[in-house]
């Protein structure tokens, strides 16, 4: 089955502390992406990547970091720089630039 | 800047035509979407028009685009309640890399 997974489900996180955000694709696309939603608001793109090894910065990447070190992953780190984590995250990923994106299930954050 | 605009809620009754309405501010926009997102879940991409078209349809769903006044809408047929969801528009807004601008979603509530 092809697909997105996203893991946790739930992640809580402890005042000062980092966390990741697992994103796994196995899609074979070329671009994925990261989004922040909070409630009653569309989503807002933090950070995304056209290809391994490169990534840029979305509208809101601030205490926010990423890697791509392979294809098929796109973890997401919040860090304590980001003083309001608290939203459910959304990882999305397309066959390249201009393609459709599909998202993965989401991993809402929660903090302690 | 680039902005999408969605009415919050919409309620109507099962079996009846539901219609979701969308403003977008973007002309150069290539492709408009609308996704879907049931409680704690991913947006799941229900269909998307190309800009050069006026209508697309999919089974119990239409999609109307009017580019001179930038409004896009989703109409379905004989609502049933598992419709009720979050439902987003987005625009693929400009820049090199796929950027999507998502409104805020319309929640559609559907009662017997």
């Known amino acids: 089955d092809g697909g997105i997974t996203q893991s946790p489900k739930y992640l809580f996180r402890k005042e000062g502390q980092n966390v990741t955000l697992s994103c796994e694709q196995n899609l074979n696309h070329d671009a994925m992406y990261w989004y922040r939603q909070d409630p009653g608001q569309g989503l807002r793109l933090i950070y995304y990547s056209q290809i391994v090894n490169d990534f840029q910065k979305g509208d809101i990447a601030e205490g926010y970091s990423v890697s791509r070190e392979k294809k098929e992953s796109f973890p997401l780190t919040v860090t304590s720089a980001q003083k309001n984590p608290t939203a459910f995250y959304l990882c999305?990923?397309?066959?390249?630039?201009?393609?459709?994106?599909?998202f993965g299930p989401g991993t809402r954050l929660l903090v302690l | 800047g680039e902005d999408v605009e969605q009415s919050l809620f919409l309620s109507v009754r099962e079996g009846d035509s539901s219609v979701i309405n969308c403003t977008y501010t973007?002309?150069?926009?290539?492709?408009l979407y609308w996704y879907k997102q049931e409680p704690g879940a991913g947006l799941q991409l229900l269909t998307y028009?190309?800009?050069?078209?006026d209508m697309k349809q999919d089974q119990r769903l239409t999609v109307l685009l009017n580019k001179k006044d930038k409004h896009l809408s989703l109409r379905i047929a004989d609502t049933q309640t598992g419709d009720s969801a979050i439902y987003f528009c987005?625009?693929?807004?400009?820049?090199?890399?796929?950027?999507?601008?998502f409104g805020a979603g319309t929640r559609l509530a559907v009662h017997p």
């Open positions: 973007d002309s150069s926009s290539t492709y």
């Open positions: 987005a625009e693929s807004g400009s820049g090199g890399y796929n950027k999507l601008i």
């Open positions: 028009i190309f800009s050069n078209m």
């Open positions: 999305a990923s397309s066959m390249g630039q201009g393609g459709t994106q599909y």
